[in-house]
């Protein structure tokens, strides 16, 4: 899922085979809604409540669960994962911005540390996966694009169309888990709630490029900075 060039004002998205899930949290308010992937995907708000451009959690309790679907569950095969978010307080603890999966089995989620974005942590049944970064965070209050992409044996983390962490060690890794998708907390982390706005996230069953990323941060940002 991604926008067409030039179409800042009005955008109009091209199905992407690879994009399982596009959830553009700016433009859905309601009690439930689907995705905007080919999947439509449920999505049920707990909590959470539209604020453009996207939608506010409030570090407590907050959440989106995204019903579980054959398609969210990348086993040992190459995703992309991540979205737009800002932090507004310090809860001087984890904020997950999204996650799937419980701590014994094919856990991944995209998380902040204390406001400053330290990365993320990926588990899978054989093996484990903690990117991190210590000089670009949410400290600032502003809105950041985090992507995280598992290619073969490799995790990568992208900030704002950047590549700010690497590490080996996922080749065992199998990303199969049925519990639902959480956007602001993952399932297997009580208190790790998001405190602050989200406003788009994605899913890709493939490891983004480089200059991909660039382009969608490119062609994003203008929602949120």
Known sequence: CHPRVGAKMKRQWILDPSCVLY????????????DKSAYGHLCTPNGASWAYPGWSF???????????????RFGTDDFTVG??????ADNNDFQTLMGKGLNT??????????????????????GTLNC??????????????????????NGILYFDGDVV????????????S??????????SDAGSYWQGNIGEVWAWTKALSLPRVRQIYEKTKWHYK
């Open 105 to 126: 089995a094919g856990k991944w989620k995209i998380s902040s540390y204390d406001q400053d974005m330290k990365g993320a942590t990926a588990y899978g049944d054989g």
């Open 178 to 187: 049925t519990v639902p998708l959480e956007i602001g907390n993952c399932e």
């Open 132 to 153: 991190g970064i210590a000089t670009k965070g949410f400290e600032d209050n502003l809105w950041h694009l985090v992507l995280f992409a598992r290619k073969g044996d």
């Open 58 to 72: 409030d570090g407590i309790n907050d959440l989106i669960s995204v019903a579980d679907h054959v398609a969210l």
């Open 83 to 88: 979205g737009w978010g800002r932090i507004t």
């Open 23 to 34: 959830v553009p949290l700016y433009k859905l308010d309601s009690a439930v809604f689907g």
């Open 165 to 176: 962490a690497t590490q080996t060690g996922l080749a065992a890794s199998n990303f199969n």
